[in-house]
Every structure is written in structure tokens, then in C-alpha cells.
């Protein structure tokens, strides 16, 4: 089991895009000409989990039960990932959703803001912001997350039902919505709690 699990992590270490120079949470602004940016660490449709190493800032599969962690559930629905330099309720960077066909593991996208969907995992905050590509159809004239909701209704009924699915029954709670300017102020919070937390372990 051993060497399997030590082949295993060579093949990956090899193979993977985790393989950077570049800490993928501290060292990509979080904004880029004043658009908010997301890092994708699991492409629309895919059922592979992969996530940044908070410590090492690289990309890695996640490992359970020495085997390579995938969602026993249907592909994710949009681009999941992160927006990088924040800090949420959890302490991971703020998680997203960003509705649009698939692109690479690894890709940033500049991304337009919707709103945001509240979550309980286990009881502790989980909240997933909810974004699109500012020019992509079919939500290129969507601005907020209330006019997804009137135009494309069941999108949004769509992304809540897979994330209070693809766990255990009852795991993730829906706790409601956040506007669109509820979350940016949420985004930028999280932003200064990063700031603070990379200055107090420079001293």
C-alpha cells in the first residue's frame, strides 16, 4: 500500500498542473483591472476533486482513503473554484460557481459577481458566490443573481439542488440568497481578512 500510495503521488506530482512556482491562493490578485478573477479547480461537468494545498499553494488531487477523491454525484454544474487573496467564515478561500461551458483545470477567469448562495455544511458556513463570463450566452445581459432569477429561473433552482445533493442527504443546508452588492462587500471583507492574515505571519 505504501509504495502505491508513493506512485501514486509521483505519477500526480508529475503529470498534474500543480507543478508552479506561483502560491495559486496568495499570489494571483483577486482583481484584475477592477473584475474579480476565479481560479478553476474543477471544470464544468467533471467529477474529479481537485483542490489548491492551502500550505504549498499548488494544485492537487485530493487524496481519501489512498485513492483519488471524486464526487459520487453528477458532474459539477459550472467552473468551481475559488477567487484568489480571500479569506471566508471557513478560513478557505471564498468558493464560486461560475456558470459557463467548461474550460481547463487551472484556467483564471475574469468573472462578473451575480450574488451569492448560503450554505451550511455541518453547520459552519459554506457559501458559494455565484458568477458568469461577462460576454458568454447565454447570460451576457445578466447583471444581478435577481435577474437570473427572473429570465433563467431554473438555473439558480438548478446550482441549489446539486449542492444540497452531491453530499450526504441533509449535509448542506440552503439558508437563502445574497444580492449582488451583499456579496461584493462580502468579497471585499473576505479580501482585508487575507490581508491581515498574510501580514500577522510576516511578523
Not at 498534474?16 to 491562493?25: G, N, P, R
Request: no cysteine.
Amino acid at each position: 500500500m505504501y509504495k502505491f500510495s508513493l506512485l501514486f503521488f509521483l505519477i500526480i506530482t508529475l503529470y498534474s498542473k500543480e507543478v508552479t512556482a506561483k502560491h495559486l491562493i496568495n499570489d494571483i490578485e483577486y482583481k484584475n483591472n477592477g473584475t474579480y478573477q476565479a481560479f478553476i479547480e474543477i471544470p464544468t461537468g467533471t467529477i474529479d476533486k481537485w483542490e489548491v494545498n492551502h500550505k504549498t499553494g499548488r494544485l492537487e488531487w485530493e487524496i481519501r482513503d489512498n485513492k483519488p477523491r471524486k464526487v459520487n454525484f453528477l458532474g459539477y454544474v459550472g467552473n468551481y473554484g475559488f477567487i484568489p487573496q480571500t479569506l471566508s467564515g471557513d478560513n478557505d478561500p471564498l468558493d464560486i460557481i461560475v456558470l459557463s461551458a467548461s474550460v481547463s483545470r487551472g484556467d483564471i477567469l475574469s468573472i462578473k459577481v451575480l450574488g451569492m448562495l448560503k450554505l451550511l455544511d455541518n453547520g459552519e458556513e459554506d457559501n458559494k458566490v455565484i458568477a458568469i463570463l461577462d460576454n458568454q450566452a447565454p447570460f451576457k445581459d445578466i447583471d444581478t443573481l435577481e435577474e437570473m432569477l427572473v429570465v433563467y429561473p431554473d438555473v439558480i433552482t438548478i446550482v441549489r439542488s446539486w449542492f444540497t445533493s452531491y453530499k450526504t442527504p441533509g449535509k448542506m443546508v440552503f439558508m437563502g440568497y445574497e444580492t449582488k452588492q451583499s456579496t461584493i462587500q462580502h468579497i471585499e471583507k473576505a479580501h482585508i481578512k487575507w490581508d491581515t492574515n498574510v501580514q500577522i505571519n510576516k511578523d
